[in-house]
């Protein structure tokens, strides 16, 4: 190989631009000349390729976002956007590629493989966690450590204030974001779509709570790709709970902002070298991952499309803590 071309796609993760400047760097090690592709499939169809090297990923590494920007191209998957995008990684002289972010930017690096043949390797980045053959997905971490710091500043006015809040988060369709940060935050009760609670449980555990001398409580909730969810799960709790005075807070995109975790800086590091070295060494159409803290690599055929399964002993010592 003579040049892997990198880019981002989909809803940005903390840690893109540390990953981005390890396969850069990783490149330049190895002789070879990285190319970064600005705004994901959007700009491969669109021709939007720059040479890379050493000194264009300098004071990246602990920035949020991404340098080469990202967007979502309905275009790539049609035959036509694909086949430009082929042509121009083509004509850029592009060997491989290395593709950065979740579920929507992994499948249609495999379809891309699939019908081009042009090698490539998937580095899982995203805040929601939701891809198996990962223990975590970059971003995941600093996702929850700026949740975890926001529900901190909420308990205060709870507190003083004799109030029950439902805290939103983000997370798409999987509570992993919702759980952790849940259980770091010492929140009363936790609503992920991948366990069921229902309106009189939730009542329940919030008048356990109110007789074991709570002066507030929190919910947490996880968006699960359902616009006003939180604001229904708490009008449905203020008509036969009323003790506290009920708010609802939407932490929103700020939890994929900002500066990345140490771990996730580390993590993205050791799967930028990683995606670099598996492509030299002749693998394609994988996502790098981490398992057990071992490097993996795993067919995207086997990852894609299948449900990430939630830790039933988080949701077992939630419930245990929550008293």
Do not use: W
């Amino acid at each position: 190989m003579k040049k892997i071309g990198v880019f981002t796609s989909g809803g940005d993760a903390p840690g893109m631009n540390a990953a981005i400047r390890a396969v850069v760097r990783s490149c330049v090690y190895y002789g070879i000349t990285p190319v970064g592709i600005k705004r994901g499939y959007d700009g491969m169809i669109r021709g939007d390729f720059e040479n890379l090297g050493p000194r264009s990923v300098s004071n990246i590494i602990q920035q949020g976002g991404t340098m080469l920007k990202s967007a979502r191209s309905k275009e790539f998957m049609t035959e036509e956007g694909m086949e430009r995008a082929y042509q121009n990684v083509y004509r850029n002289g592009v060997d491989g590629l290395v593709a950065i972010g979740g579920n929507g930017t992994l499948t249609g690096a495999h379809l891309f493989q699939e019908r081009h043949g042009v090698p490539v390797v998937g580095i899982p980045a995203t805040i929601d966690n939701d891809l198996i053959g990962t223990d975590f997905t970059l971003g995941y971490d600093t996702a929850t450590n700026y949740v975890v710091e926001a529900i901190d500043v909420i308990r205060n006015t709870a507190s003083s204030h004799n109030r029950l809040f439902f805290i939103e988060v983000m997370g798409r369709h999987a509570g992993f974001i919702a759980l952790r940060s849940a259980i770091a935050a010492g929140a009363e009760a936790t609503l992920i779509p991948e366990k069921d609670t229902p309106i009189d449980e939730l009542v329940g555990i919030l008048e356990e709570g109110l007789h074991n001398n709570k002066s507030s409580s929190l919910v947490i909730v996880a968006e699960a790709g359902e616009s006003g969810r939180t604001f229904k799960i708490a009008e449905a709790v203020q008509e036969r709970f009323q003790y506290y005075d009920t708010k609802v807070t939407i932490l929103g995109h700020l939890q994929r902002g900002g500066s990345p975790t140490c771990f996730d800086r580390v993590f993205a590091s050791r799967l930028g070298v990683a995606a670099v070295e598996a492509l030299l060494a002749g693998k394609s159409d994988i996502m790098i991952g981490r398992e057990a803290k071992v490097i993996t690599y795993n067919p995207l055929s086997e990852v894609l499309g299948k449900e990430k399964p939630i830790d039933d002993e988080l949701i077992r010592v939630s419930k245990i803590l929550a008293i």
